[in-house]
């Protein structure tokens, strides 16, 4: 089924974007917020409660971080963690790093040990914390040496601030990072493996930041509603770097949750925002209680999910209460920008646009179309090489290919579905099996609203499937499950055992953590 919203009010055009290296100009962070031709005097960045900074208010807050930490001692490459709450002072800290430094933004929540494994991991050299705030990463940091610098807001202009810190500054001019500098660090979302830490070059992010805005057709009118955190990729990329290399603006909100989202849609106007499928879940909630007038003629123009299985009724929901279109994004820690589910196709990731895709066979021979394989990928939006970690890069890199660990085909219209992970194959008894070919048969049944299948293990068969539910209709029992899966699936594929539980667990990207499950029931 492809949803197509011509006739809208508010629809979204786009074009299927192929990136390639004659795209581009503007190759840094730092090219892409002076030199791309946006308004000086248009809003850059808003914030309820606030006065807007301009892009010429933005390029002088930027200009004077670098200089502020060039001379500190601070030189290109070095790595900065921002560990702050959302905000727009945190939007304009991490560009302004990312501008001359290397970024690492961290979730302000995390324990003492959390932020003594990635200060070691990483090789901070200093880390970024709001004035006064309570944070553990204070005491860590400075149990390592770490310099603290402290960021102190600007009341009035929204992602205006000055930074202090004990360091003796030495006069310098600001610096800023060449295409080949690192601008920053993420991590492997980890779910079937130790993380691995990906390195994003700035000439990397500007092609993939370019990707998201014309194949979204992203322009100065945009106005960007950021609500997901900045420590996720997306809250870096999509609605932060995306609208301001189009010259739009970003709505930056503080401790946002979903009851703020009909305020902030009448009062704020945003065109579009993106986020993962709880938190359109936990929208879609709110909105079902505001009369449906209010909702007419809403400014948004399209909505983007990402990370994750964004259930069908719940875009369904969303598109008729918003009467705007929802398109997905396939993309990964080493490539962000793989697949643009737009028109939509049910149960698909959407059209490749990256430069090359392929599904090859264990030999790495590419398949027939509709033939299941792993997808492989390769182009300027893919990393080439994970840090430190040459075994890694062995196994992940054959011929110039990146081996995405995603099982799936292409349709003879050119859609790529996904159906598993190669590493999560559930080995039964020499059968290898897709848990997610059996969450979706699951996610089929009108008393389930959520499922995750996993391994556990089997003194006779190795491995064998269990599933967690969450039901939709508490009136649906183990064996009725069993049942309707009978009717859909070999049998050697129905779970040895379905437990009922009120949340499955999940990846801070939204992926369930199918390994949680082995320890959980195994």
Known sequence: MIHRFGQAKFSIAVTYYVVTMENFELFTIRDMIFHGNQDPDHSAIESPGYQPLT?????????????????????????????????????VS??????????????PQYK??????????????????????????????????????????????????????????????????????IVSLMLTSGTTSTPKIVPYSQKLFSKVTHAYRDSLQVTPSDRSLHIVPYFHGLGILGTLLVPLLAGGTVICTKDFIPSDFPGLLKTSRPTYYWGVPALHQGILYELKKVPAEELKNNSLR??????????????CELESLLATPLTEVYGMSEAAYISLNFPYKCGSVGIPVIESLTIMDENYDPVKRGETGEIVIKGGVVISGYENA?????????????????????????????????????????????????????????????????????????????????????????????????????????????????????????????????????
């Not at 807001?153 to 001019?173: H, M, N, V, W």
């Not at 399209?302 to 875009?315: E, K």
């Not at 039964?428 to 556990?456: N, T």
């Open 390 to 522: 040459p075994e890694e890069n062995k196994a992940a890199f054959v011929d110039g290919w990146f081996r995405t660990g995603d099982l799936g085909h292409i349709d003879t219209e050119g859609y790529l579905f996904i159906t598993g992970r190669k590493k999560e194959l559930i080995n039964k008894g020499g059968e290898k099996i897709s848990p997610e070919e059996i969450d979706a048969v699951l996610r089929s049944h009108p008393g389930v609203k959520e499922a995750m299948s996993f391994r556990i293990h089997d003194p006779a068969l190795g491995e064998d499937i269990a599933a967690m539910v969450i039901l939709a209709d508490s009136a649906v029992s183990e064996e009725e499950l069993r049942r309707y899966l009978l009717n859909r699936l070999i049998q050697f594929k129905v779970p040895k055992r379905i437990w009922f539980v009120d949340e499955i667990p999940r990846g801070p990207t939204g992926k369930p953590l199918r390994q949680v499950g082995t320890e959980r029931y195994s």
């Open 55 to 91: 892009y010429r208010d933005l390029r002088t807050q930027i200009t004077s971080v670098v200089k502020t930490l060039n001379s500190m001692g601070f030189k290109r490459n070095d790595r900065i963690a921002v560990i702050m709450p959302a905000g727009p002072e945190t939007a």
């Open 94 to 107: 991490i560009i302004s790093i990312m501008a001359g430094f290397t970024s690492l933004p961290l979730n």
């Open 112 to 181: 003492a040990q959390e932020f003594d494994n990635y200060f070691s991991k990483f090789r901070i050299k200093a880390i970024i914390v709001r004035e006064g705030s309570d944070t553990a990463a204070r005491a860590v940091a400075i149990s390592h040496n770490i310099p603290v610098i402290e960021l102190q807001p600007d009341s009035d202009i929204a992602g205006r601030f000055e930074l202090k810190s004990a360091i003796c500054p030495s006069p310098q001019e600001a610096v800023f990072g060449l295409p080949s500098d």
């Open 302 to 315: 399209y909505i983007g999910t990402v990370s994750a299985f964004m259930p069908d009724n719940v875009r």
